[in-house]
Every structure is written in C-alpha cells, then in structure tokens.
C-alpha cells in the first residue's frame, strides 16, 4: 500500500507564499508523474498542477501559471507546490496524487503527456487545508 501524506498548508494572507509537501511512503512504486488537486467549499476538486517524475516536465492551470511551482525530489520521493502571490480564491483543500506507471494501461504515458484528471491518479493524499485571507 502507498501513502501520500500533505503538509505545510496553513493560513496566509493575500500576496504571501506558501510551500506544500507530499511524501510518498509504503511499497515501491514507479511513478509516472505526480500532481496537486484543489478542492474549494461548495465546489469540485479541480487539478492545479503535475510533474512527470522522471523527465520533470511541468503542466498549470491557467489560474496559478506564473504564481505556483511543481516539482518533486526523486531521492526523497516527495513532491512540492510552491505557492506565491497568493489569493483568496487559492483557498481550498489541495490534494496530492500519483500516477503509477503503466503503458499497458495508460496510452498517454507513451505520449509523455501529463494527466490533468482525476481518474489518471492511482494514489491520494488526505489533504491539506491552505487559507488565503484577504
């Protein structure tokens, strides 16, 4: 079993910065790429941002491009979300999720495109809540 386990959200105010973690954790796994969801009260959970593990390409959402960096730490098996410039809109839950490698599975793999969607991650974090106050 695989556990993904957030840390380092907390309450912020506007234009301040915050950095995310996710530890990667259990039974070996090759991971494709791994991403951050966010999910707003009232609302669904949306991506914001994935890194493939090996290559370390990078795919945003329009709304954090330019404020927001992925990236991840093979050797440690953790990834990170640096997060500047903060809004009250950034307030939501943020997941962390992996993609698993499987190109008997996944076609988009071979492609080298990073997954945007929430059925294309095998593993989930529980979450952590980041506060943005204006």
């Known amino acids: 079993q695989v556990q993904l386990v957030e840390s380092g959200g907390g309450l912020v105010q506007a234009g301040d910065s915050l950095s995310l973690s996710c530890a990667a954790s259990?039974?070996?796994?090759?991971?494709?790429?791994m991403g951050w969801f966010r999910q707003a009260p009232g609302k669904e959970r949306e991506f914001v941002a994935a890194?493939?593990?090996?290559?370390?390409?990078?795919v945003y959402a329009d709304s954090v491009r330019g404020r927001f960096t992925i990236s991840g730490d093979i050797a440690r098996n953790t990834m990170y979300l640096q997060m500047n410039s903060l809004k009250p809109e950034d307030t939501a839950v943020y997941y962390c999720a992996a993609d698993v490698n499987d190109y008997s599975r996944n076609d988009y793999q071979k492609l080298g495109a990073l997954p945007r969607v929430e059925a294309q991650y095998d593993y989930w974090g529980q979450g952590t809540q980041v506060t943005v106050s204006s």
């Open positions: 890194v493939t593990w090996r290559g370390g390409s990078t």
């Open positions: 259990g039974r070996p796994f090759v991971s494709y790429a």
